[in-house]
Protein backbone atom coordinates (compact mmCIF):
# COMPACT_ATOMS: atom_id res chain seq x y z
CA UNK A 1 0.00 0.00 0.00
CA UNK A 2 0.93 3.60 -0.46
CA UNK A 3 0.74 7.24 0.90
CA UNK A 4 1.78 9.75 -1.42
CA UNK A 5 3.48 13.34 -0.17
CA UNK A 6 3.76 11.22 3.53
CA UNK A 7 7.42 11.22 3.89
CA UNK A 8 8.41 14.60 1.61
CA UNK A 9 7.10 17.58 0.91
CA UNK A 10 7.80 17.00 -3.11
CA UNK A 11 5.76 14.09 -3.64
CA UNK A 12 2.82 14.14 -4.64
CA UNK A 13 0.60 12.19 -7.34
CA UNK A 14 2.22 13.23 -10.73
CA UNK A 15 5.86 12.44 -9.10
CA UNK A 16 4.03 8.63 -8.38
CA UNK A 17 2.69 8.43 -12.07
CA UNK A 18 5.91 9.41 -13.53
CA UNK A 19 7.54 7.09 -11.41
CA UNK A 20 5.26 4.68 -11.89
CA UNK A 21 4.98 4.74 -15.88
CA UNK A 22 8.60 4.55 -16.54
CA UNK A 23 8.77 1.37 -14.30
CA UNK A 24 5.83 0.31 -16.24
CA UNK A 25 8.70 1.37 -19.67
CA UNK A 26 5.73 3.30 -20.89
CA UNK A 27 3.16 0.98 -21.72
CA UNK A 28 0.77 1.50 -18.93
CA UNK A 29 -2.59 3.37 -19.82
CA UNK A 30 -1.96 6.85 -18.18
CA UNK A 31 -5.46 7.81 -17.79
CA UNK A 32 -5.56 4.68 -15.89
CA UNK A 33 -2.06 5.45 -13.84
CA UNK A 34 -3.62 9.42 -13.06
CA UNK A 35 -6.51 7.69 -11.40
CA UNK A 36 -5.33 5.52 -9.12
CA UNK A 37 -2.47 7.73 -7.73
CA UNK A 38 -5.00 10.53 -7.82
CA UNK A 39 -7.13 8.69 -5.76
CA UNK A 40 -4.33 6.61 -3.19
CA UNK A 41 -4.31 9.37 -0.67
CA UNK A 42 -8.19 9.35 0.22
CA UNK A 43 -8.57 5.88 -0.09
CA UNK A 44 -5.83 5.36 2.82
CA UNK A 45 -7.84 7.67 4.64
CA UNK A 46 -10.65 5.86 4.31
CA UNK A 47 -9.21 2.13 5.00
CA UNK A 48 -7.97 3.72 8.22
CA UNK A 49 -11.40 5.50 9.30
CA UNK A 50 -12.17 1.69 8.07
CA UNK A 51 -10.28 0.49 10.68
CA UNK A 52 -7.19 -0.87 8.99
CA UNK A 53 -4.36 -0.17 11.06
CA UNK A 54 -0.92 0.85 9.03
CA UNK A 55 2.24 0.59 11.05
CA UNK A 56 3.19 3.75 13.07
CA UNK A 57 5.04 5.38 15.17
CA UNK A 58 5.55 6.50 18.83
CA UNK A 59 3.52 8.75 17.62
CA UNK A 60 0.78 7.88 15.88
CA UNK A 61 2.27 8.89 12.40
CA UNK A 62 2.03 6.15 9.70
CA UNK A 63 5.70 5.25 8.56
CA UNK A 64 6.66 5.06 5.46
CA UNK A 65 9.70 3.72 3.30
CA UNK A 66 11.26 4.50 0.09
CA UNK A 67 11.28 1.27 -2.11
CA UNK A 68 12.95 0.49 -5.66
CA UNK A 69 11.38 2.55 -8.46
CA UNK A 70 10.25 5.09 -6.11
CA UNK A 71 11.36 8.81 -6.06
CA UNK A 72 10.45 9.23 -2.25
CA UNK A 73 9.17 7.12 0.65
CA UNK A 74 6.00 5.87 0.21
CA UNK A 75 5.64 2.41 1.06
CA UNK A 76 3.22 1.16 3.79
CA UNK A 77 2.24 -2.09 5.44
CA UNK A 78 -0.14 -3.35 7.87
CA UNK A 79 0.66 -3.49 11.57
CA UNK A 80 1.45 -7.46 11.37
CA UNK A 81 2.85 -7.26 7.75
CA UNK A 82 -0.04 -8.86 6.67
CA UNK A 83 -2.91 -9.28 3.66
CA UNK A 84 -5.57 -10.03 6.93
CA UNK A 85 -4.60 -6.35 8.35
CA UNK A 86 -6.70 -5.46 5.07
CA UNK A 87 -8.94 -7.96 4.09
CA UNK A 88 -10.65 -8.48 7.88
CA UNK A 89 -11.20 -4.62 8.53
CA UNK A 90 -13.07 -4.09 4.93
CA UNK A 91 -14.99 -7.76 5.33
CA UNK A 92 -16.75 -5.86 8.21
CA UNK A 93 -17.07 -3.13 6.83
CA UNK A 94 -18.79 -5.09 3.72
CA UNK A 95 -20.92 -7.25 6.11
CA UNK A 96 -22.14 -4.62 8.29
CA UNK A 97 -23.11 -2.66 4.83
CA UNK A 98 -25.63 -5.27 3.73
CA UNK A 99 -23.15 -7.50 0.92
CA UNK A 100 -23.68 -10.78 1.06
CA UNK A 101 -20.65 -13.12 0.46
CA UNK A 102 -20.78 -16.84 -1.20
CA UNK A 103 -17.94 -18.55 0.44
CA UNK A 104 -15.79 -21.67 -1.08
CA UNK A 105 -17.91 -21.25 -4.28
CA UNK A 106 -16.50 -21.39 -7.86
CA UNK A 107 -17.58 -19.57 -10.80
CA UNK A 108 -17.73 -21.77 -13.60
CA UNK A 109 -19.03 -19.36 -16.55
CA UNK A 110 -20.29 -16.51 -17.45
CA UNK A 111 -23.36 -16.21 -19.15
CA UNK A 112 -23.69 -13.41 -21.85
CA UNK A 113 -26.66 -13.07 -24.32
CA UNK A 114 -26.11 -10.55 -26.80
CA UNK A 115 -22.81 -9.16 -25.58
CA UNK A 116 -24.96 -8.27 -22.18
CA UNK A 117 -23.86 -10.25 -19.20
CA UNK A 118 -26.98 -11.48 -17.37
CA UNK A 119 -25.12 -13.95 -14.89
CA UNK A 120 -23.18 -16.78 -13.52
CA UNK A 121 -22.94 -20.03 -12.82
CA UNK A 122 -21.02 -21.29 -9.99
CA UNK A 123 -19.89 -25.03 -8.79
CA UNK A 124 -19.84 -25.11 -4.75
CA UNK A 125 -17.15 -26.87 -2.34
CA UNK A 126 -19.79 -29.81 -1.90
CA UNK A 127 -20.68 -29.92 -5.61
CA UNK A 128 -24.10 -27.96 -5.77
CA UNK A 129 -24.55 -26.25 -9.43
CA UNK A 130 -25.57 -22.51 -8.45
CA UNK A 131 -26.87 -20.11 -11.36
CA UNK A 132 -26.79 -16.59 -10.51
CA UNK A 133 -29.04 -14.26 -11.82
CA UNK A 134 -27.55 -10.45 -12.24
CA UNK A 135 -27.53 -7.16 -14.30
CA UNK A 136 -23.71 -6.58 -13.96
CA UNK A 137 -20.82 -8.51 -12.88
CA UNK A 138 -17.55 -7.18 -11.10
CA UNK A 139 -13.90 -9.87 -12.17
CA UNK A 140 -12.29 -9.25 -9.12
CA UNK A 141 -10.17 -12.72 -9.31
CA UNK A 142 -6.90 -11.76 -9.21
CA UNK A 143 -3.83 -12.67 -11.59
CA UNK A 144 -2.68 -16.13 -12.87
CA UNK A 145 0.75 -16.88 -10.61
CA UNK A 146 -0.70 -20.32 -10.86
CA UNK A 147 -0.09 -20.71 -14.27
CA UNK A 148 3.87 -21.40 -13.36
CA UNK A 149 5.80 -24.12 -11.68
CA UNK A 150 7.15 -22.04 -9.28
CA UNK A 151 5.02 -19.29 -7.19
CA UNK A 152 3.97 -17.23 -4.10
CA UNK A 153 0.38 -16.62 -5.32
CA UNK A 154 -2.66 -18.60 -3.05
CA UNK A 155 -3.85 -22.05 -5.23
CA UNK A 156 -7.14 -20.56 -6.67
CA UNK A 157 -4.73 -17.67 -8.70
CA UNK A 158 -5.29 -19.46 -12.03
CA UNK A 159 -6.34 -16.56 -14.27
CA UNK A 160 -9.80 -17.78 -14.20
CA UNK A 161 -10.81 -14.47 -14.30
CA UNK A 162 -9.13 -13.16 -17.39
CA UNK A 163 -9.88 -16.95 -19.43
CA UNK A 164 -13.78 -16.63 -18.37
CA UNK A 165 -13.52 -12.53 -19.83
CA UNK A 166 -11.86 -13.89 -22.92
CA UNK A 167 -14.11 -16.47 -24.02
CA UNK A 168 -16.98 -13.94 -23.33
CA UNK A 169 -15.70 -12.05 -26.03
CA UNK A 170 -13.78 -9.19 -24.50
CA UNK A 171 -9.84 -8.93 -25.01
CA UNK A 172 -7.05 -9.34 -22.93
CA UNK A 173 -3.50 -7.06 -23.17
CA UNK A 174 0.10 -6.91 -22.07
CA UNK A 175 -0.41 -10.65 -21.15
CA UNK A 176 3.25 -11.46 -21.74
CA UNK A 177 4.34 -9.20 -18.78
CA UNK A 178 4.38 -11.67 -15.85
CA UNK A 179 6.89 -10.10 -12.96
CA UNK A 180 8.55 -12.82 -11.08
CA UNK A 181 9.65 -11.98 -7.41
CA UNK A 182 13.64 -12.27 -7.25
CA UNK A 183 14.26 -13.62 -3.74
CA UNK A 184 12.06 -16.12 -2.60
CA UNK A 185 12.97 -18.64 0.20
CA UNK A 186 13.92 -21.59 -0.98
CA UNK A 187 15.86 -23.26 -3.45
CA UNK A 188 12.42 -23.46 -5.49
CA UNK A 189 11.40 -20.09 -4.65
CA UNK A 190 8.57 -21.00 -2.09
CA UNK A 191 5.53 -18.19 -1.22
CA UNK A 192 7.53 -16.90 1.36
CA UNK A 193 9.45 -13.81 0.41
CA UNK A 194 12.60 -11.99 1.80
CA UNK A 195 11.67 -8.44 0.48
CA UNK A 196 13.03 -5.63 -0.75
CA UNK A 197 13.58 -4.24 2.74
CA UNK A 198 15.65 -6.79 3.71
CA UNK A 199 18.06 -6.87 0.75
CA UNK A 200 18.75 -3.38 0.79
CA UNK A 201 19.89 -3.33 4.99
CA UNK A 202 23.91 -2.59 5.05
CA UNK A 203 25.67 -5.84 5.32
CA UNK A 204 22.67 -8.01 3.47
CA UNK A 205 24.44 -9.84 0.40
CA UNK A 206 23.18 -11.99 -2.36
CA UNK A 207 26.09 -14.47 -3.07
CA UNK A 208 26.05 -17.29 -5.57
CA UNK A 209 27.85 -21.29 -4.68
CA UNK A 210 31.30 -19.30 -5.11
CA UNK A 211 30.37 -16.32 -2.46
CA UNK A 212 30.80 -14.09 -5.06
CA UNK A 213 28.70 -10.95 -4.49
CA UNK A 214 26.01 -10.70 -7.13
CA UNK A 215 25.41 -7.67 -7.44
CA UNK A 216 29.01 -6.33 -7.46
CA UNK A 217 29.85 -8.91 -10.23
CA UNK A 218 27.18 -7.56 -12.16
CA UNK A 219 28.01 -3.80 -11.79
CA UNK A 220 25.65 -2.74 -9.06
CA UNK A 221 26.90 -1.02 -6.31
CA UNK A 222 24.00 -0.83 -3.63
CA UNK A 223 20.74 -3.42 -4.21
CA UNK A 224 18.19 -0.06 -4.20
CA UNK A 225 20.04 0.47 -8.14
CA UNK A 226 18.68 -3.04 -9.91
CA UNK A 227 14.66 -3.55 -9.87
CA UNK A 228 12.88 -6.45 -9.41
CA UNK A 229 13.45 -8.33 -13.03
CA UNK A 230 16.71 -7.18 -13.24
CA UNK A 231 17.31 -9.19 -9.98
CA UNK A 232 15.43 -12.65 -11.00
CA UNK A 233 17.09 -12.58 -14.12
CA UNK A 234 20.78 -12.49 -12.55
CA UNK A 235 19.63 -14.63 -10.09
CA UNK A 236 18.03 -17.51 -12.52
CA UNK A 237 21.30 -17.18 -14.50
CA UNK A 238 23.30 -17.73 -11.93
CA UNK A 239 21.10 -20.91 -10.95
CA UNK A 240 21.03 -22.51 -14.59
CA UNK A 241 25.21 -21.72 -14.85
CA UNK A 242 25.11 -23.26 -11.26
CA UNK A 243 27.13 -26.80 -10.95
CA UNK A 244 27.42 -26.96 -6.68
CA UNK A 245 25.06 -28.92 -5.03
CA UNK A 246 25.14 -26.70 -1.89
CA UNK A 247 22.28 -24.50 -3.43
CA UNK A 248 22.83 -21.87 -6.01
CA UNK A 249 21.72 -18.31 -4.56
CA UNK A 250 21.75 -17.54 -1.09
CA UNK A 251 20.98 -14.12 0.90
CA UNK A 252 23.96 -13.87 3.22
CA UNK A 253 22.91 -12.28 6.50
CA UNK A 254 25.72 -12.73 8.55
CA UNK A 255 26.71 -9.13 8.77
CA UNK A 256 22.92 -7.90 9.76
CA UNK A 257 22.91 -6.19 13.16
CA UNK A 258 20.63 -7.34 15.82
CA UNK A 259 19.28 -4.35 16.20
CA UNK A 260 18.07 -3.73 12.46
CA UNK A 261 16.83 -7.84 12.64
CA UNK A 262 14.70 -6.80 15.81
CA UNK A 263 13.12 -3.32 14.00
CA UNK A 264 12.48 -6.16 11.03
CA UNK A 265 11.23 -9.01 13.03
CA UNK A 266 8.37 -9.66 10.69
CA UNK A 267 10.45 -9.59 7.49
CA UNK A 268 13.36 -11.76 8.47
CA UNK A 269 12.93 -15.66 8.61
CA UNK A 270 12.29 -16.97 12.22
CA UNK A 271 15.77 -18.95 11.76
CA UNK A 272 17.72 -15.85 11.95
CA UNK A 273 17.04 -15.84 15.41
CA UNK A 274 18.05 -18.88 16.18
CA UNK A 275 21.49 -18.75 14.50
CA UNK A 276 20.72 -19.46 10.55
CA UNK A 277 21.81 -16.45 8.90
CA UNK A 278 22.78 -18.01 5.43
CA UNK A 279 19.24 -18.81 3.06
CA UNK A 280 18.85 -19.84 -0.31
CA UNK A 281 16.42 -17.86 -2.24
CA UNK A 282 15.07 -18.32 -5.82
CA UNK A 283 13.15 -15.91 -8.21
CA UNK A 284 9.21 -17.06 -8.23
CA UNK A 285 5.74 -15.87 -9.83
CA UNK A 286 4.46 -13.22 -8.06
CA UNK A 287 2.23 -11.01 -10.08
CA UNK A 288 1.06 -10.38 -13.92
CA UNK A 289 0.74 -7.20 -15.48
CA UNK A 290 -1.65 -8.61 -18.12
CA UNK A 291 -5.25 -8.60 -18.15
CA UNK A 292 -8.82 -8.01 -19.29
CA UNK A 293 -8.75 -4.64 -21.54
CA UNK A 294 -11.24 -2.12 -19.51
CA UNK A 295 -12.47 1.92 -20.44
CA UNK A 296 -12.42 4.24 -17.67
CA UNK A 297 -15.39 2.98 -15.83
CA UNK A 298 -13.72 -0.58 -15.79
CA UNK A 299 -16.19 -1.93 -17.81
CA UNK A 300 -15.28 -4.43 -20.47
CA UNK A 301 -16.43 -4.49 -24.14
CA UNK A 302 -18.77 -6.95 -23.17
CA UNK A 303 -22.06 -4.88 -21.87
CA UNK A 304 -22.36 -5.06 -18.07
CA UNK A 305 -19.33 -7.25 -17.63
CA UNK A 306 -16.62 -4.82 -15.35
CA UNK A 307 -13.31 -5.76 -13.91
CA UNK A 308 -11.50 -4.58 -11.37
CA UNK A 309 -7.96 -5.25 -9.70
CA UNK A 310 -4.98 -7.55 -11.14
CA UNK A 311 -7.39 -8.90 -13.19
CA UNK A 312 -6.97 -5.79 -15.04
CA UNK A 313 -4.56 -5.34 -17.86
CA UNK A 314 -3.84 -1.34 -17.85
CA UNK A 315 -2.25 -0.46 -14.38
CA UNK A 316 1.28 -1.38 -14.39
CA UNK A 317 2.25 -1.50 -17.83
CA UNK A 318 5.30 -3.83 -18.77
CA UNK A 319 6.16 -4.02 -14.67
CA UNK A 320 4.84 -2.76 -11.21
CA UNK A 321 6.54 -0.93 -8.84
CA UNK A 322 6.30 -2.54 -5.29
CA UNK A 323 3.23 -1.14 -3.50
CA UNK A 324 1.50 -0.18 -6.47
CA UNK A 325 -0.92 -3.23 -6.54
CA UNK A 326 -3.02 -2.32 -4.07
CA UNK A 327 -2.64 1.30 -4.63
CA UNK A 328 -4.58 0.35 -7.46
CA UNK A 329 -6.81 -2.42 -6.14
CA UNK A 330 -8.16 -0.06 -3.57
CA UNK A 331 -8.35 3.17 -6.10
CA UNK A 332 -9.97 1.11 -8.80
CA UNK A 333 -12.21 -1.15 -6.75
CA UNK A 334 -14.04 1.30 -5.41
CA UNK A 335 -14.67 3.61 -8.63
CA UNK A 336 -15.64 0.31 -10.98
CA UNK A 337 -18.07 -1.16 -7.83
CA UNK A 338 -19.92 1.69 -8.00
CA UNK A 339 -19.93 2.34 -12.14
CA UNK A 340 -21.43 -1.57 -11.89
CA UNK A 341 -23.74 -0.49 -9.60
CA UNK A 342 -25.02 2.18 -11.39
CA UNK A 343 -25.05 0.96 -14.47
CA UNK A 344 -27.25 -2.34 -12.38
CA UNK A 345 -29.77 0.41 -11.39
CA UNK A 346 -30.64 1.55 -15.01
CA UNK A 347 -30.73 -2.14 -16.89
CA UNK A 348 -33.75 -4.29 -16.93
CA UNK A 349 -32.69 -8.44 -16.47
CA UNK A 350 -32.43 -10.34 -19.61
CA UNK A 351 -35.13 -12.93 -20.87
CA UNK A 352 -33.91 -16.67 -21.02
CA UNK A 353 -31.10 -16.64 -18.20
CA UNK A 354 -32.84 -19.41 -16.77
CA UNK A 355 -32.97 -21.71 -19.95
CA UNK A 356 -29.30 -21.23 -20.77
CA UNK A 357 -28.10 -21.67 -17.06
CA UNK A 358 -29.83 -25.13 -17.19
CA UNK A 359 -27.92 -25.63 -20.82
CA UNK A 360 -24.55 -25.14 -18.84
CA UNK A 361 -25.56 -27.46 -16.02
CA UNK A 362 -26.37 -30.18 -18.76
CA UNK A 363 -22.91 -29.48 -19.99
CA UNK A 364 -21.09 -29.68 -16.76
CA UNK A 365 -22.57 -32.96 -15.94
CA UNK A 366 -21.34 -34.30 -19.85
CA UNK A 367 -18.05 -33.70 -18.79
CA UNK A 368 -18.17 -36.39 -16.21
CA UNK A 369 -16.64 -39.19 -17.38
CA UNK A 370 -13.56 -42.35 -16.17
CA UNK A 371 -11.15 -41.95 -19.69
CA UNK A 372 -8.22 -40.19 -19.31
CA UNK A 373 -5.66 -38.38 -17.47
CA UNK A 374 -6.00 -36.81 -13.97
CA UNK A 375 -6.49 -33.00 -14.08
CA UNK A 376 -4.07 -32.78 -11.12
CA UNK A 377 -1.62 -33.95 -13.82
CA UNK A 378 -2.21 -31.97 -16.76
CA UNK A 379 -1.91 -29.20 -14.16
CA UNK A 380 1.61 -29.92 -13.02
CA UNK A 381 2.42 -30.91 -16.71
CA UNK A 382 1.20 -27.09 -17.87
CA UNK A 383 2.90 -25.75 -14.68
CA UNK A 384 6.12 -27.32 -15.45
CA UNK A 385 6.04 -26.52 -19.51
CA UNK A 386 5.09 -22.70 -18.61
CA UNK A 387 8.30 -21.96 -16.01
CA UNK A 388 10.89 -23.93 -17.70
CA UNK A 389 9.51 -22.43 -21.28
CA UNK A 390 8.05 -19.13 -20.52
CA UNK A 391 9.35 -18.09 -17.12
CA UNK A 392 11.98 -15.26 -16.09
CA UNK A 393 14.35 -15.94 -19.59
CA UNK A 394 12.31 -16.96 -22.46
CA UNK A 395 13.48 -17.04 -26.30
CA UNK A 396 11.22 -18.15 -29.51
CA UNK A 397 12.29 -21.35 -29.23
CA UNK A 398 11.78 -22.46 -25.84
CA UNK A 399 8.06 -20.56 -25.99
CA UNK A 400 7.03 -22.28 -29.25
CA UNK A 401 7.80 -25.56 -27.69
CA UNK A 402 5.45 -24.39 -24.47
CA UNK A 403 2.63 -23.48 -26.95
CA UNK A 404 2.95 -26.96 -29.17
CA UNK A 405 2.80 -28.63 -25.70
CA UNK A 406 -0.06 -26.54 -24.65
CA UNK A 407 -1.77 -27.00 -27.77
CA UNK A 408 -1.69 -30.65 -27.77
CA UNK A 409 -3.41 -30.29 -23.93
CA UNK A 410 -6.64 -29.71 -25.57
CA UNK A 411 -7.08 -32.74 -27.01
CA UNK A 412 -6.11 -34.66 -24.35
CA UNK A 413 -8.95 -36.49 -22.32
CA UNK A 414 -9.50 -35.88 -19.25
CA UNK A 415 -11.50 -38.60 -16.45
CA UNK A 416 -13.74 -36.16 -14.10
CA UNK A 417 -15.56 -38.55 -11.42
CA UNK A 418 -16.32 -36.02 -8.57
CA UNK A 419 -17.24 -32.05 -8.09
CA UNK A 420 -13.34 -31.79 -6.49
CA UNK A 421 -12.00 -33.20 -10.42
CA UNK A 422 -14.64 -30.63 -12.01
CA UNK A 423 -13.13 -27.99 -10.75
CA UNK A 424 -10.07 -28.89 -11.09
CA UNK A 425 -10.64 -29.25 -14.91
CA UNK A 426 -12.39 -26.30 -15.32
CA UNK A 427 -9.02 -24.76 -13.82
CA UNK A 428 -6.82 -26.23 -16.11
CA UNK A 429 -9.31 -25.36 -19.02
CA UNK A 430 -8.54 -21.74 -18.00
CA UNK A 431 -5.06 -22.11 -16.95
CA UNK A 432 -4.34 -23.66 -20.42
CA UNK A 433 -6.40 -20.81 -22.53
CA UNK A 434 -4.27 -18.03 -20.30
CA UNK A 435 -0.97 -19.66 -20.69
CA UNK A 436 -1.61 -20.14 -24.67
CA UNK A 437 -1.90 -15.98 -24.70
CA UNK A 438 0.75 -15.54 -22.66
CA UNK A 439 3.23 -17.50 -24.99
CA UNK A 440 1.41 -16.62 -28.35
CA UNK A 441 1.73 -12.57 -27.00
CA UNK A 442 5.44 -13.55 -25.76
CA UNK A 443 7.06 -14.97 -29.44
CA UNK A 444 5.36 -11.36 -30.67
CA UNK A 445 7.11 -9.59 -28.74
CA UNK A 446 10.55 -10.12 -30.03
CA UNK A 447 12.25 -7.67 -27.75
CA UNK A 448 13.15 -7.60 -23.92
CA UNK A 449 11.21 -5.14 -21.47
CA UNK A 450 10.00 -4.80 -18.12
CA UNK A 451 9.21 -8.33 -16.92
CA UNK A 452 9.29 -9.71 -20.15
CA UNK A 453 12.75 -10.66 -21.07
CA UNK A 454 13.91 -12.25 -24.73
CA UNK A 455 17.28 -14.36 -25.02
CA UNK A 456 17.24 -13.77 -28.55
CA UNK A 457 16.21 -10.20 -28.51
CA UNK A 458 17.65 -8.72 -25.29
CA UNK A 459 17.28 -5.26 -25.65
CA UNK A 460 14.09 -2.82 -25.50
CA UNK A 461 12.72 -1.29 -29.23
CA UNK A 462 11.16 1.55 -29.06
CA UNK A 463 10.76 2.10 -32.31
CA UNK A 464 8.82 -1.11 -33.05
CA UNK A 465 7.54 -1.73 -29.66
CA UNK A 466 6.24 1.45 -27.75
CA UNK A 467 3.04 -0.77 -28.07
CA UNK A 468 0.59 -2.84 -26.04
CA UNK A 469 -0.25 -6.21 -27.54
CA UNK A 470 -4.08 -7.57 -27.49
CA UNK A 471 -5.47 -10.49 -28.28
CA UNK A 472 -9.05 -11.20 -29.41
CA UNK A 473 -11.22 -14.23 -29.14
CA UNK A 474 -11.77 -15.72 -32.65
CA UNK A 475 -14.09 -18.77 -34.52
CA UNK A 476 -10.26 -19.67 -35.35
CA UNK A 477 -9.01 -19.41 -31.71
CA UNK A 478 -7.36 -15.92 -31.20
CA UNK A 479 -5.83 -13.12 -33.12
CA UNK A 480 -3.29 -10.64 -32.13
CA UNK A 481 -2.80 -7.10 -32.49
CA UNK A 482 -0.44 -4.66 -32.13
CA UNK A 483 -2.15 -1.32 -30.50
CA UNK A 484 -1.05 2.49 -29.53
CA UNK A 485 -0.71 2.82 -26.31
CA UNK A 486 -3.72 5.09 -24.91
CA UNK A 487 -3.73 8.46 -24.77
C1 LIG B 1 2.79 -12.94 -1.16
C2 LIG B 1 2.32 -11.67 -1.80
C3 LIG B 1 2.69 -10.44 -1.26
C4 LIG B 1 2.25 -9.25 -1.84
N1 LIG B 1 2.64 -8.06 -1.30
C5 LIG B 1 2.19 -6.92 -1.84
C6 LIG B 1 2.54 -5.65 -1.26
O1 LIG B 1 3.25 -5.58 -0.26
N2 LIG B 1 2.05 -4.52 -1.85
C7 LIG B 1 1.27 -4.57 -2.97
O2 LIG B 1 0.84 -3.52 -3.47
N3 LIG B 1 0.93 -5.76 -3.54
C8 LIG B 1 1.36 -6.93 -3.01
N4 LIG B 1 1.02 -8.12 -3.60
C9 LIG B 1 0.11 -8.12 -4.75
C10 LIG B 1 -1.32 -7.92 -4.31
O3 LIG B 1 -1.54 -8.62 -3.10
C11 LIG B 1 -2.30 -8.42 -5.36
O4 LIG B 1 -2.02 -7.84 -6.58
C12 LIG B 1 -3.72 -8.09 -4.95
O5 LIG B 1 -4.08 -8.79 -3.77
C13 LIG B 1 -4.72 -8.42 -6.05
O6 LIG B 1 -5.98 -8.13 -5.54
P1 LIG B 1 -7.29 -8.58 -6.32
O7 LIG B 1 -8.42 -8.14 -5.47
O8 LIG B 1 -7.23 -8.14 -7.72
O9 LIG B 1 -7.21 -10.18 -6.34
P2 LIG B 1 -6.90 -11.20 -5.18
O10 LIG B 1 -6.57 -10.51 -3.90
O11 LIG B 1 -5.89 -12.15 -5.73
O12 LIG B 1 -8.28 -11.94 -4.97
C14 LIG B 1 -8.85 -12.73 -5.97
C15 LIG B 1 -9.86 -13.66 -5.33
O13 LIG B 1 -10.68 -14.25 -6.33
C16 LIG B 1 -10.81 -15.64 -6.06
N5 LIG B 1 -11.10 -16.36 -7.31
C17 LIG B 1 -10.32 -16.55 -8.39
N6 LIG B 1 -10.95 -17.27 -9.32
C18 LIG B 1 -12.19 -17.55 -8.83
C19 LIG B 1 -13.32 -18.29 -9.33
N7 LIG B 1 -13.32 -18.89 -10.53
N8 LIG B 1 -14.42 -18.38 -8.54
C20 LIG B 1 -14.46 -17.79 -7.30
N9 LIG B 1 -13.42 -17.08 -6.79
C21 LIG B 1 -12.29 -16.97 -7.55
C22 LIG B 1 -9.46 -16.02 -5.47
O14 LIG B 1 -9.53 -17.24 -4.78
C23 LIG B 1 -9.17 -14.81 -4.59
O15 LIG B 1 -9.79 -14.97 -3.33
C24 LIG B 1 1.44 -9.31 -3.02
C25 LIG B 1 1.06 -10.54 -3.57
C26 LIG B 1 1.50 -11.72 -2.97
C27 LIG B 1 1.08 -13.03 -3.58
Keep these: MLLTGWGDANDNSNVHSKDTLEGGR??????????????????????????????????????????PGHSYARHLHGRNWNGRDLVLPIKQKAIEAGVRFME????????????????????????????????????ATGGFGQVFLNTNNAPGITGDGQALA??????????????????????????????????????????????????????????????????????IKEILEDTNSNGPVVMDLTQLSEEKANSFSMLIPSQWFKGTKRFQVAPTTHFCMGGVVVDD??????????????????????????????????????????????????????????????????FFETLFQGQGGQPKRLIKDL??????????????????????????????????????????????????????????????RNESRGAHFRKDFPEENNEEWQKNIRVHKTDAGMTLERVSVAG
Design 26 to 67: FLNHPGMVTRFTDAIRTETAQLREWGVEFDTDENGKPVVAKI
Design 104 to 139: KIFVASLIVTDNQICGVTAISKDGKFVAIETKTVVL
Design 166 to 235: FQAGAALQDMEFVQFYPTALGRRGSRILLYEQILVQEGVVLRNSGGEDILLKNGFHTSADINRDQLARLI
Design 297 to 362: NGETSCSGLFAAGEVTAGAHGANRLGGNALAEVFSMGGLVGRAAADKALSLDCIAGFDKVAQKERI
Design 383 to 444: KETMWFNAGVVRDKSSLETAAKTLTDQKDIPVSVLTSSDLIQYLEFRNMRIVAEIICRSAIE
